[in-house]
């Protein structure tokens, strides 16, 4: 009897620390894929609706550097961001820099480029999922089994938000850039270039959207819509969280992940998605101006 | 005199700051009453109170006796509120005729509020602009525009935020005018910082100062009121800081 | 002047009509016909985001919910009554209280511009993952599976009141057309009664038109319905012509259509989004024929160069070069 009991108790602590490791898993990948859209509608004030694409554009450039020889490492945290971010500073010149200030017509614009990209895609690459098998095989929890890469995945996310967060805090590229979020005016009669603080915000948004793109594609695949299944999560995290970049950011996708993830494990994925979704409206209907609009204003 | 306006303990506050402190203000059916104080005083937020734009924190505002606290602008407005905002608050994208008439349409049909709207027109001089894109005038047009929206919901009380700001010589006598007639039929109350124009038009002023009502008199006494000039000066805002 | 123009607008429809009605249906062979139809049915849908982006002001990522919302609502009642009028009353009627209760939520909550976008472009999305995952037999109203991401086909054509007998293609041609004609009408008038011209002032400066009296949560939210209604028949008239709904009505990529529509017809305009619609719904069919280049990324470039070359749309455009050619005689108006 005693013994049914540990056995019990045991995996209890299994499904506990699995359900956990889920839970945390869908956050960081949340965090990920949101953060780069938060740097470009915190400090530009654009909507990039072509994010996803940007998404799936990293997990391709992943692929197609490592399926050509190179170091995963080097084509997941160098190669993809890098592309990504060049596309970002390509993007900012041709279109967005013609639209500052109309957020309805770059929501269009985007949403134009982000059907360009899809079919672009879908020219170069074809309609057949790509992947890549995750790295470090698996973890055996009680009669659970996780991928090691997961972990990896949560531990990636806190570290991008930590250096995003010092480079914000405490470096001059930083304090430029924060200073151009909040008066653009004065930041430009203080001598510094606009046109040059909006191209280098772009890249890095882009950039960092690159690599969230190349660190999931070894989970989630890729193909040239990849884009549509990103965009809604990561819209409804970044606007919900509110102008602050890391601290709304953040609070959202600890929200929202917890929530998808419960619902996803208890019922159907599908659900987890929905029930994230309508949370969202519901919240945005109390705290208009997202989680983060009253209280953090000055923050980051 | 019945009373038209009472504020009681009216408190409004912004985070740690509190603008509009405890304000007991009545106003009297036919008065033309001036608001004064220096910059911050809490003038605006007590007109944004006034018209629904901003909620009290606390206090109760009656008008004839009909409680309206909390209420939102378009209860306000119809119970008989109108206000001309400091800067003005236009339909940028309509001609002036259009704007006045669809001002006007709240309490009548179309072509009842094309007449009324012809007779405002004419009342303040503006047939001439009448189908000019109100987003294309000057400044003293704006205002005017927005002066002949406001009457034309026929309002009880008129609510004047600053009305001869950046206005020319000729112009504030006109509006001087202006107010002086409409103040045969309505109840008015302006904020105002130009001393002389206040001189010209009113009888009553009411002196805000630190969110709460410093004095209120008529307009010589206050004006030589040596509390009122310390405000003005300075003097206090110095014992305050 | 308004008068005139009105005029302008009854006389323009009525022509159109007789072409399009009289003429037309003998003229082309039927499968051109049914082409039409879908025209049609476009033009009615992107005229309801029209009037109520262009007129109230309310730019909903959302309004492809209720088409979609109509069309399945169309199927199920029409499979499981056998009763197609029944069908369309009801395809509007349930985007109607759709309407009602989102848009409590979106105006009485005052979500500014951007986060209305966000908030209807959720929503479809949940209404296209949803629907995509209900493929099991289990989901069913009434006799009618939903049918997961193959959707619900076999949707009975409309039938002469009063009897058995179906619309010919050419008849529903007719009918749809007549429809998106009245609609036209039908929203021009509205634009110009007392409603619509408070819509507008909100649209123009809402805090202002709260100052002068009128509850702008009230107008957006009726306005918000009746462009549902509209949006919600152009779906059940779509169930018609296709005899299939399927979850893409839900998708991004239909809902970003309507609003390239009505960008690239006009703004502030009503025939600006039905041309619109039609063009683009003509080179999206000779794009999909000729297949000589992705068809998203044809859209796609489409949308930036309109974006970046013609804010303004084309109809205000064209508008713009006939007043000077004429003198100022026509305004920018519907």
């Not at chain 1, 839970?23 to 470009?40: C, Q, R, T, V």
């Not at chain 3, 009509?17 to 051109?32: D, E, H, N, R, S």
């Not at chain 3, 306005?223 to 009505?249: C, E, H, K, R, T």
Request: aromatic content about 8%; charged content about 15%.
């Amino acid at each position: 009897m005693a013994l049914v009991l540990h056995d019990m108790n045991g995996l209890l602590m299994d499904l506990l620390a699995i359900t956990l490791l889920e839970i945390f898993y869908g956050i960081a990948s949340l965090a990920l894929i949101s953060l780069g859209l938060a740097i470009i509608f915190g400090m530009l004030r654009v909507i990039n609706f072509a994010h996803g694409e940007f998404l799936m554009i990293g997990g391709f450039s992943f692929i197609m550097l490592t399926s050509a020889g190179v170091n995963m490492w080097i084509a997941m945290l160098i190669g993809a961001p890098l592309i990504v971010g060049l596309l970002g500073i390509v993007v900012e010149r041709v279109v967005i820099r013609n639209l500052y200030g109309r957020i309805v017509e770059t929501i269009l614009a985007t949403w134009g480029l982000s059907l360009f990209l899809m079919g672009a895609a879908s020219l170069l690459f074809g309609y057949f999922q790509r992947g890549v098998s995750p790295p470090f095989g698996t973890l055996k929890i009680g009669n659970y089994q996780e991928g090691v890469y997961s972990i990896f995945v949560i531990v990636l996310a806190a570290a991008v938000y930590l250096s995003t967060y010092l480079v914000l805090r405490y470096t001059k590229l930083g304090l430029i850039a924060r200073a151009t979020m909040q008066n653009p005016e004065m930041a430009s009669s203080l001598g510094v270039a606009r046109e040059k603080v909006y191209a280098v915000t772009f890249f890095c948004g882009a950039a960092l959207t690159g690599l969230a793109g190349a660190v999931l594609a070894p989970i989630a695949g890729v193909v040239p819509t990849s884009g549509l299944a990103y965009i809604a999560r990561s819209f409804i995290t970044v606007i919900t969280g509110g102008a602050t970049v890391i601290a709304g950011t953040g609070i959202a996708s600890v929200l929202f992940g917890t929530v998808s993830q419960l619902t996803a494990i208890l019922t159907r994925p599908v659900w987890g998605e929905a029930a994230l979704l309508l949370t969202a409206v519901i919240l945005l209907r109390f705290l208009p101006a997202g989680i983060t609009g009253r209280y953090f204003r000055n923050g980051l | 005199m019945t009373v038209l306006l009472e504020t009681s303990r009216l408190i409004r506050r912004y985070g740690g700051v509190t603008a509009v402190d405890g304000v007991d203000f009545t106003l009297n059916e036919g008065e033309l009453r001036c608001l004064i104080g220096p910059n911050g005083a809490g003038k605006s937020t007590f007109f944004k109170m006034l018209c629904g734009l901003v909620p009290p924190s606390s206090g109760a505002i009656k008008i004839r006796n009909d409680d309206v606290t909390g209420m939102r602008p378009h209860e306000i407005a119809s119970r008989g509120v109108g206000i001309k905002t400091q800067v003005p608050s236009l339909f940028d994208g309509l001609t002036v005729r259009e704007s006045v008439e669809v001002a006007a349409m709240r309490r009548l049909t179309p072509s009842a509020a094309c007449d009324i709207a012809d007779e405002t027109l004419g009342h303040l001089n503006l047939k001439g602009i009448a189908n000019r894109i109100v987003g294309q005038l000057s400044h003293g047009q704006r205002q005017w525009t927005e002066l002949a929206m406001v009457l034309s919901t026929d309002p009880k009380i008129v609510l004047l935020d600053e009305p001869v700001a950046g206005m020319t010589h000729d112009e504030v006598n006109r509006t001087e005018d202006l107010l002086k007639h409409i103040n045969t039929t309505r109840t008015v109350i302006v904020v105002e910082h130009d001393m002389q124009f206040v001189k010209r038009i009113a009888t009553k002023v009411t002196v805000f100062h630190h969110g709460r009502i410093l004095i209120e008199d008529d307009v010589d006494r206050v004006l030589a009121d040596s509390r009122v000039r310390d405000v003005y000066l300075g003097k206090s805002g110095l014992r305050y800081a | 002047m308004r008068a005139l123009q009105s005029h302008v607008t009854t006389i323009g429809t009525l022509v159109a009509g007789i072409v399009l009605v009289g003429i037309v249906p003998f003229a082309v062979a039927p499968f051109t016909l049914a082409d039409l139809t879908l025209y049609a049915a476009m033009a009615i849908l992107a005229m309801s985001l029209g009037f109520i982006w262009g007129f109230g002001g309310i730019l909903s990522f959302g309004q492809s919910v209720f088409f979609g919302v109509g069309g399945y609502t169309y199927a199920i009642v029409a499979l499981n009554f056998d009763s197609p009028s029944l069908a369309l009353l009801a395809a509007i009627a349930v985007a109607v209280t759709g309407a009602l209760l989102l848009g409590y939520f979106i105006f009485w909550g005052r979500l500014s511009d951007v986060y209305l976008a966000v908030i209807t472009l959720t929503i479809s999305l949940i209404f296209f993952m949803l629907m995509n995952s209900m493929s099991s037999s289990i989901y069913r109203i009434g006799d009618v599976p939903i049918g997961g991401y193959n959707g619900i086909p076999g949707i009975p054509p409309l039938v002469v009141p009063g009897t058995d007998r179906s619309l010919s293609v050419a008849e529903t041609y007719v009918l749809v057309v007549t429809v998106a004609l009245l609609v036209y009408l039908g929203l021009s008038w509205l634009i110009r009664t007392k409603f619509g011209r408070i819509l507008c002032s909100i649209k123009e400066n809402e805090v202002r038109a709260e100052l002068l009296g009128y509850d702008a949560r009230l107008y957006k939210l009726a306005a918000f319905a009746v462009g549902a209604a509209i949006a919600g028949m152009a779906g059940a008239l779509f169930a018609v012509y296709s005899g299939l709904i399927n979850p893409d009505v839900f998708g991004i990529g239909f809902s970003a259509q309507i609003i390239v529509w009505v960008m690239l017809g006009g703004l502030g305009t009503l025939i600006g989004p039905a041309l619109g619609a039609v063009l683009i719904q003509m080179l999206v069919v000779w794009l999909g024929k000729v297949q000589v280049i992705d068809a998203n990324m044809a859209l796609g470039v489409l949308f930036i160069v309109a974006v970046l070359l013609v804010p303004a749309g084309l109809v205000p455009r064209l508008q713009g070069l006939l007043a000077v050619a004429f003198g100022n005689l026509a305004r920018s108006r519907p």
